[in-house]
């Protein structure tokens, strides 16, 4: 039941959970499904399934009767599924599911958001709620906590059933009533209700978040996110993309079935048309690709652990990238594989000039395609690359790798970030392991490189290359950055004047700094440390450079995948997130509360660069971007994220009715939060209605309505 909960933060993962019916994409037993950010719910007719990556716990009705199950609740988005080359479905969308009768007297109705399952039983006149009993199969441990809530332990994932929410309803008004779980020694889950009127409907409202913990999570790859001028949010997870509009209404679901295979992808971006681009990797031999795109079939090569020690790597040994484009209404316009019988990776994507599509990444494969390359690509460890596909995906423009002069298997290569100016030349960021004199370096304009040599341990890079050219003259600038350890460049975006400013990490003290007079030059700190460094356009000096001191751990993923993040804002501050972080002093915190996977935020002002905010987040966090109004979101490994914003005065709260929701702001002298509300019983909130939050600040908790108001008004 859809009531107004204390403390509801405002993310856009509170838009509502959409559900679809089953038709052949899942086992045989569902009937409807839900693809939320993150995780997946499955209705059968006895109960549900709720799975996230490889964890799964199904909620057993026990003793309940299997009537058939209903959608409720049409919603204007639609699904588009595709299953293999051949088959696409789009299917509409609903935001419930109703079983009337799971008990005598008993109907069992299903909801939610992007973050929580509700599953409601409406008690009828004179029903018995003993009746309902619930086994979680699959979880290893159900524990029964202080605070009345249940932890349910599943393949290292630690879920959360809130304590029970039960009401009843007379008119207009909501009565609460006490109600508590019981667990039994079997695990089994019954309610107890306290004192109620049985001559009237009681509803019970458990939710679950399948994301109590991060234990798991926060090593997980966070949801990759985007946002377009009309703030229409986009957020990815596996190979599911769904869009929101800026209130957090769901617009589209786009989904490629799952064949049992590994596939991952790791980075989004949205096209000023509102097409989206999207890259990862992917084991699959049944991605929706047509013939006639530019590699429509898996390099697929044989294992010999005998001849070949990278074709048979643990992880992911035969994957290959891959690059996909969606229209603006979320059907699949194209994919193509990109790689040549190794593993090869899609790290970024980014949309260039005339619907052109470019990527970057890491290859192992000696043939991975190049074409009017500035280098080829080598067999060992590994290369970093640049692609540059068609609009249409039918072919490549240009593709070249970059490396060390010295093919041998200590030395390595791997573009992690990519940005694409107005003219088309695009900008890519990595790490790369080379001797002396081995990685290829240039200046622009006969400039000299800022640093030609390396630091003495793995660098970090940028180059930016002219993909209109060939050969030689494709590289406008290449340099390393780094110190006497190892470093790394994960991420990138353009500053004014095509500046590249790249956030990673760094093990060396010595990193170079180049910070403008008042600011400080922040002091390193072990084991590896954050860094924000920015080029100049020639590539041959430093813009801005600092070191941030949040204690980054080495946990380096199997996959060396990407773990700091950064994004340009229309006013040119930078917004930087590092997935993971240690203990750090905070400035102007917004979340700093204490978790074994918290991650970190950082604000740099426009100019100055100086920090504005520096704050733990209690996720880890990926991807980040901006609204209009510059608010940043967060891509974690469980929801997206938005962020407080700062205000320096205290602001007059604003209350307004749009679509029957709520939203209002409220001020307190540091913070503004906005928080979305549902509305009540799905109906428009009532003239003189009083909503309290006893959670908020004295003064703030309670909000008066004097008169109906038009969507859209102020009231």
């Known amino acids: 039941m859809p009531l107004p909960t204390p403390f509801l933060p405002p993310q856009v993962q509170h838009a509502p959970m959409a559900f679809v019916e089953h ?3 899942s086992p045989s037993s569902v009937r409807y499904e839900s693809h939320s950010l993150g995780y997946k719910l499955e209705i059968t007719a006895k109960g549900a399934v709720i799975r996230k990556g490889k964890a799964a716990a199904s909620l057993h009705f026990m003793g309940a009767h299997q009537p058939s199950l209903a959608p409720a609740r049409p919603l204007q988005a639609r699904y588009h599924a595709y299953r293999g ?11 419930e599911v109703r079983q009337n009768g799971i008990y005598p007297g008993i109907d069992a109705v299903y909801y939610g958001s992007q973050s929580n399952l509700e599953y409601d039983f409406v008690v009828h006149p004179h029903a018995d709620p003993s009746r309902i009993r619930i086994r979680v199969d699959g979880a290893s441990k159900v524990t029964l906590q202080n605070d009345g809530s249940l932890s349910i332990e599943a393949n290292a994932q630690r879920w959360q059933q809130k304590p029970p929410l039960a009401v009843q309803q007379s008119g207009k008004s909501y009565q609460q009533v006490d109600a508590r779980y019981l667990l039994s020694p079997n695990g089994e889950i019954t309610f107890a209700p306290g004192p109620y009127d049985r001559a009237k409907t009681l509803t019970i409202d458990p939710i679950l978040a399948p994301f109590a913990n991060t234990a798991a999570a926060g090593i997980a790859q966070p949801l990759q996110i985007a946002i377009d001028s009309q703030n229409n949010i986009y957020a990815g997870d596996t190979i599911d993309i769904a869009k929101f509009d800026s209130q957090g209404t769901l617009l589209y679901q786009f989904h490629i079935a799952d064949d049992g295979e590994e596939q991952l992808l790791q980075s989004i971006a949205v096209a000023a048309d509102g097409s989206l681009v999207a890259g990862g990797i992917t ?26 020690a990278v074709d048979c790597r643990l992880e992911m040994k035969r994957a290959d990238g891959f690059v996909l484009k969606l229209r603006p209404n979320g059907t699949l316009h194209w994919a193509t594989y990109l790689g040549a019988g190794d593993r090869d990776n899609v790290f970024a994507v980014a949309p260039g000039p005339n619907g052109t599509v470019y990527a970057a990444g890491e290859t192992t494969s000696n043939f991975f395609p ?3 390359e500035f280098q080829g690509c080598g067999a060992f460890p590994s290369n970093a690359f640049l692609t540059v596909l068609r609009a249409d995906g039918t072919d490549i423009n240009y593709a070249t790798c970059l490396h060390s002069t010295v093919n041998i298997g200590t030395k390595f290569s791997r573009a992690y970030g990519l940005a694409v100016d107005s003219t088309g030349n ?7 392991k080379a001797g002396l004199g081995e990685f290829p370096v240039k200046g622009a304009s006969g400039a000299a490189p800022f640093q030609s040599q390396s630091g003495g341990g793995i660098d970090g890079f940028i180059a930016r290359f002219n993909p209109a050219l060939a050969g030689e003259s494709s590289l406008v600038y290449s340099t390393l ?3 006497s350890a190892d470093d790394r460049l994960d991420a990138l975006t353009l500053d004014a004047g095509n500046v590249a400013c790249a956030a990673g990490s760094s093990r060396s003290a010595n990193h170079p700094k180049l910070v403008p007079t008042g600011t400080a030059a922040n002091t390193f700190r072990s084991p590896r440390d954050l860094v924000v460094t920015c080029l100049s356009p020639d590539g041959a000096t430093l813009a801005f450079s600092n070191i941030y001191g949040v204690q980054v751990p080495e946990s380096d993923a199997i996959l060396q995948l990407p773990r700091q993040f950064i994004h340009r804002d229309r006013k040119g501050g930078l917004h930087v997130t590092s997935r993971l972080s240690g203990s750090f002093t905070p400035v102007n915190p917004f979340d700093n509360a204490v978790s074994p996977n918290r991650s970190c935020y950082l604000r740099l002002r426009a100019g100055t660069r100086s920090v504005q905010v520096l704050s733990h987040l209690i996720e880890g966090t990926g991807s980040v971007v901006t609204d209009s109004t510059l608010t940043p979101f967060f891509g974690t490994a469980t929801v997206i994220r938005k962020s407080v914003d700062l205000c320096t005065t205290d602001i007059t709260s ?3 009715v749009i679509q029957g929701n709520i939203i209002f702001d409220i001020a307190t002298g540091r913070f503004r939060q906005t928080i979305n509300l549902r509305s009540i019983g799905f109906q428009a909130i009532p003239a003189g209605a009083r909503l309290v939050f006893p959670g908020l600040p004295t003064g703030a908790g309670v909000f008066y309505i004097p008169k109906v108001a038009a969507p859209g008004n102020d009231i």
């Open 481 to 483: 950055i780094g110190g």
């Open 85 to 95: 080359k051949s088959r696409h479905e789009q299917l509409p969308m609903f935001g």
């Open 654 to 656: 604003t209350v307004h």
């Open 426 to 432: 695009a900008y890519i960021s990595g790490q790369a």
């Open 370 to 372: 190049t074409k009017n």
């Open 283 to 308: 084991e699959s031999t049944n991605l929706p690709t047509s013939s006639n795109v530019f590699q429509p079939n898996k390099d697929i090569r044989i294992c010999i652990p005998a001849v070949s």
């Open 23 to 25: 038709r052949g994409q």
